[in-house]
Nanobody
Framework: QVQLVESGGGLVQAGGSLRLSCAAS????????MGWFRQAPGKERKAVAA????????YYVDSVKGRFTISRDNAKNTVYLQMNSLKPEDTAVYYC????????????????WGQGTQVTVSS
């Protein structure tokens, strides 16, 4: 089992920044790909970004490229999502997820999920 706890969400004005953190406990963190997903009200959950076991590979959905950065610190068992130039359409509940061999943007291939953190971007 892997337990994931997200933090860092909040209310921010358009153009602002937030950094989300996801702290993991349980099994060896470096054995897991880590992903960030988001779900806006009334919409399905979608992938935002993912990072490989060592951090050598990263993946982003087109809408956040150049604005968001995913990173991880395996010594701290934590994955981060730095979000800059936020837009109202980034408003959603953000979830982190862990999987050993996922296709980065397929939520059903991740094994463990956090409880989510709300990000609200005002215009």
């Amino acid at each position: 089992q892997v337990q994931l706890v997200e933090s860092g969400g909040g209310l921010v004005q358009a153009g602002g920044s937030l950094r989300l953190s996801c702290a993991a406990s349980g099994r060896t963190f470096s054995n897991y790909y880590m992903g960030w997903f988001r779900q806006a009200p009334g919409k399905e959950r979608k992938a935002v970004a993912a990072i490989s076991w060592s951090g050598g590979s990263t993946y982003y959905v087109d809408s956040v490229k150049g604005r968001f950065t995913i990173s991880r610190d395996n010594a701290k068992n934590t994955v981060y999502l730095q979000m800059n130039s936020l837009k109202p359409e980034d408003t959603a509940v953000y979830y982190c997820a862990a999987g050993q061999w996922p296709t980065w943007d397929l939520d059903y291939e991740y094994d463990y999920w956090g409880q989510g953190t709300q990000v609200t971007v005002s215009s």
